[in-house]
């Protein structure tokens, strides 16, 4: 049973830089969402993906992050120009439609 | 807007004794409610979840929840905590389609067990 994997685990990079971030869902699920998760608060909604489309972007998500989904499976998200606020963990999460939400392991950002 | 509020930060209990954690929801129609479990460092575990019918849900873990729309409130429970049940406790709302699905979640409750 394979569950959602992000990738890599820990970004550590300086501030200014481009980063990208990986997700692979369930494999059979067709919605992957995005969230972030600073520290001592819960997760917030950044976007979410059915299939390749993206559906909806949070006020959260500025013209500094873009996501993708080419394939309808695997995700990327991407920070241009890091920012130290961007420091916080990057969870994605997959679902089959409208059906609770799995969430992989994270990536943990920190901008020097 | 639909929005989560957990008002204990953090609770301590002793091992062996029950828990209930506080959840309250907004929201205009029936929600959808989801309670996460978060280990340091480490992604968000399902522990159990409310879409509709009966009011008290199972778990996984001996954690069971009471929907309550009157107050509205969706209160987590154990009988009896166990030493690794230490972890932060997330409670969501949904709203189903109308919101593309998207999860508010509270700012989470810590618990501590002591021995």
């Known amino acids: 049973d394979t569950g959602v994997s992000q990738d890599p685990r820990h970004k550590i990079t300086k501030r200014g830089q481009n980063v990208t971030f990986r997700c692979d869902p369930i494999s059979e699920h067709n919605r992957l969402y995005w969230y972030r998760q600073t520290l001592g608060q819960g997760p917030e909604f950044l976007t979410y993906?059915?299939?390749?489309?993206?559906?909806?972007k949070s006020r959260l998500l500025s013209d500094r992050f873009s996501a993708e989904r080419p394939k309808g499976s695997f995700s990327t998200l991407e920070i241009q120009r890091t920012e130290q606020g961007d420091s916080a963990m990057y969870l994605c999460a997959s679902s089959l439609y409208f059906n609770e939400q799995f969430f992989g392991p994270g990536t943990r950002l920190t901008v020097l | 807007a639909q929005s989560v509020t957990q008002p204990d930060i953090h609770i301590t209990v002793s091992e062996g004794a029950s828990l209930e954690l506080r959840c309250n929801y907004s929201?205009?129609?029936?929600?959808?409610l989801f309670w996460y479990v978060q280990s340091p460092g480490q992604g968000l575990q399902l522990l159990l979840k409310?879409?509709?019918?009966?009011?008290l849900v199972q778990g996984i873990k001996g954690f069971e929840a009471e929907f309550k729309r009157s107050q509205s409130s969706f209160n987590l429970r154990k009988p009896s905590v166990h030493w690794s049940d230490a972890a932060e406790y997330f409670c969501?709302?949904?709203?189903?389609?109308?919101?593309?699905?998207?999860?508010?979640f509270g700012e989470g409750t810590q618990l501590t067990v002591n021995p």
């Open positions: 409310y879409f509709s019918g009966d009011t």
């Open positions: 993906f059915q299939n390749e489309a993206q559906l909806e």
């Open positions: 929201y205009g129609a029936t929600p959808y």
């Open positions: 969501a709302v949904g709203a189903g389609e109308t919101s593309g699905s998207r999860l508010t």
